[in-house]
């Protein structure tokens, strides 16, 4: 069967790092997403891993480790309005995404 | 960067009447065109793919007689709610895939609201 997971909700301070973390089974894998979704707008798209390691891009990063069936998601420097859910979802044998429930991340000033 | 529309992005309508939501790719050509379905707190439900000129593929548990999808170009699909009722209020996605990449990208999304 196929199956992901991530945290429902986490809080982080402005300034901080957080890393949010995805675990997911699937039999057939074409790599990995993170989205982030603010309240009342569609997901825009922050980062995709088919290889494992580290993928850095500004302030995000996303790491991957398929023999785990792991990935997280580095938020640096927080900003308010990092303030948001982040959705990972893996692409499946069929191309088809496969989707998480999101996490909700909460920033604090 | 490949840019998706919606259209509307707000509509309000009386119980059983139907509305139609258009779904562009503006600068690109989507051989597969998602629609998605998400009431508030809860994940992406996909709700059908579509390829250009061909019948649409519906998830399990989703009415295709309900739920008109037509996917008439490579820039245009359409997702029709016929007789619409208050549970299917929702925020309805569409996404756009270019064969050759795995991206999808999201159009801005049509909040619907069915009195």
């Known amino acids: 069967g196929q199956n992901i997971d991530q945290p429902t909700e986490m809080t982080a301070t402005e300034g901080a790092i957080v890393q949010i973390n995805c675990t997911y089974q699937t039999s057939g894998f074409n790599g990995l997403f993170w989205y982030q979704q603010h309240a009342g707008e569609a997901p825009t798209f922050l980062s995709y891993n088919v290889l ?44 088809q995404l496969i989707w998480g429930a999101g996490t909700k991340l909460i920033i604090k000033p | 960067g490949a840019v998706v529309s919606q259209h509307p992005s707000r509509v309000i309508c009386k119980s059983g009447t139907s509305v139609k939501i258009e779904c562009r790719s503006l600068d690109f050509q989507a051989t597969t065109m998602f629609w998605y379905r998400q009431f508030p707190k809860k994940s992406l439900m996909l709700m059908a793919t579509s390829n ?63 009195l």
């Open chain 2, 52 to 114: 250009e000129g061909s019948k649409a593929t519906y998830e399990q548990g989703v009415e295709k007689d309900k739920f008109l999808i037509n996917h008439a170009s490579l820039t245009l699909s359409t997702l029709t709610v016929t007789s619409a009722h208050p549970e299917d209020s929702s925020f309805y996605i569409c996404s756009a895939r270019i064969a050759e990449y795995n991206e999808q990208f999201f159009g801005p999304g049509t909040r619907l609201t069915v």
């Open chain 1, 52 to 95: 494992d390691g580290l993928e850095e891009k500004g302030r995000f990063s996303s790491f991957l480790s398929r023999s785990k069936g792991y990935s997280y998601l580095l938020l640096k420097e927080l900003q308010m309005k990092d303030s948001a859910s982040y959705l990972c979802a893996f692409l499946d044998s069929n191309y």
